[in-house]
């Protein structure tokens, strides 16, 4: 260690704990979904802390929020630490959060200390990254990033309602006048975040050395068949919902059969006509693949092709499959993880290097520019839940190694 900044892990939870008082669940857990009022609550506050701190605010087209502490050579591009606020309809108090605010809790120390450094510190909360309410998720990073449409995100419609992302940006006052692209003219970017998996835990390592994300990719079927009274005959029917069990069933098979890790989900059903009485004409389904390898992802894809293939002629329905939202495998920074793992092992802390099958706005960036994850576990592996926990020592562990590894990136001066 080179630096002594007074890091404080208690300070880190007193703001986990204020910022879960905002969308609090009866459960004890958080609804801030993105672009409502309990997410213009939550940024309204990040922004209070951050101003109180002297930082500057900088709000984009998309609404995400940079917060800079200036460095000493304006010559240098900063040094990003980010993640999210938002949160699911019944999620926990740390998915996302626990970024934001770690990376907050780092520019309290600098403060406190005085210390200056010398590439400047940006805290970037990004919008949108659950994709709870507006599909997709990761959404303004994909963008900022320069791999997804602004405009087309800015129309997007609700996926329960009618509002659109930038008519609900406008009406909270988070419609910035930056260009998203604005975050591409970073160093390198950091996120720490709860694992949503229990592999740490269960090895009791309070620290993850994420390496890689999986390749992932959306997919949607729509099975047409034929409408008929159910109560008609079993002979030679077109039922659009038992091809799209057997659509469901294949997926599940394709990745229990794939070597190296494959997944596969159906996880929304929508059946028309959906009456009791009648054999369903149509079923539209979600779902999504994963795999360790972008190829392994494609070997994956075309199998639930050929499966759908043969369902369809087997049962006499229609079925498209369509490829939707997605990313590649993507590597992680190896200098900025030897950083991470390097800054555990000399804090004395468990480190073990892992995956993650999730996504995070860490991807959209590490595919553009050198990125690095650093995970903690959290109880049981749960997460979207109201009951998500982590111990204050995890939290208290992954600000070490995240400060650590950011200062050491920034250069420290005094
Ligand atoms: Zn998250």
Not at 77 to 89: E, N, Q
Not at 242 to 270: F, H, N, P, V
Request: charged residues 20%.
């Amino acid at each position: 260690m080179t630096h002594n900044l007074p890091l404080s892990a208690a300070r880190l939870w007193d703001s986990l704990m204020d910022m879960a008082k905002i969308g609090a669940t009866p459960k004890g857990g958080c609804n801030r979904q993105a672009l409502t009022d309990t997410d213009a609550a939550g940024r309204a506050q990040l922004l209070a802390w951050g101003k109180a701190l002297g930082l500057t605010a900088t709000i984009d087209r998309l609404g995400t929020i940079g917060l800079l502490r200036p460095g000493r050579d304006p010559m240098r591009k900063p040094v990003a630490i980010g993640s999210h606020l938002d949160t699911v309809p019944t999620g926990g108090k740390f998915d996302g959060v626990y970024g934001v605010l770690a990376g907050l809790e780092i520019m309290r120390a600098l403060q406190e200390a005085g210390a200056e450094t010398e590439a400047p510190i940006l805290l970037i909360n990004w919008t949108n990254e659950e994709g709870a309410r507006f599909f997709p998720p990761m959404a303004a990073s994909e963008v900022a990033m320069g791999l997804a449409d602004e405009a087309k995100l800015l129309a997007m419609r609700e996926i329960h309602g009618e509002a659109s992302f930038g008519g609900e940006l406008a009406r909270l006052g988070f419609a910035g006048e930056a260009a998203p692209a604005l975050w591409r003219d970073i160093a390198c970017y950091f996120e720490t975040h709860i694992e949503q998996g229990p592999f740490l835990e269960e090895r009791g390592a309070p620290i993850g050395i994420v390496t890689h994300a999986l390749a992932a990719r959306a997919v949607e079927f729509t099975v047409t068949g034929r409408d008929g009274h159910v109560g008609s005959t079993m002979e030679s029917r077109a039922d659009a919902l038992a091809a799209g069990a057997e659509l469901l069933l294949a997926g599940e098979r394709i990745a229990l059969d794939t070597a190296g890790g494959g997944m596969a989900s159906i996880t929304r059903i929508s059946v028309t006509p959906d009456a009791r009485g009648n054999i369903p004409s149509g079923t539209r389904m979600l779902g999504s693949a994963r795999h360790q390898t972008t190829a392994g992802l494609e070997a994956m894809l075309a199998a639930w092709q050929a499966a759908a293939d043969r369902i369809a002629a087997a049962r006499g329905v229609g079925i498209i499959m369509e490829r939707g939202w997605g990313y590649p495998e993507t590597r992680f920074d190896p200098v900025l993880l030897g950083r991470l793992e390097a800054a555990a092992g000399q804090r004395g802390l468990a480190a073990h290097r892992l995956p993650t099958p999730i996504g995070h706005d860490a991807i959209h960036l590490g595919r553009v520019l050198p990125a690095a994850m650093l995970f903690i576990p959290c109880h049981g592996g749960l997460s979207h839940n109201e009951a998500e926990s982590i111990t204050p020592e995890w939290a208290e562990a992954g600000l070490m190694v995240l400060a650590d590894a950011v200062i050491e990136t920034a250069g420290l001066i005094r």
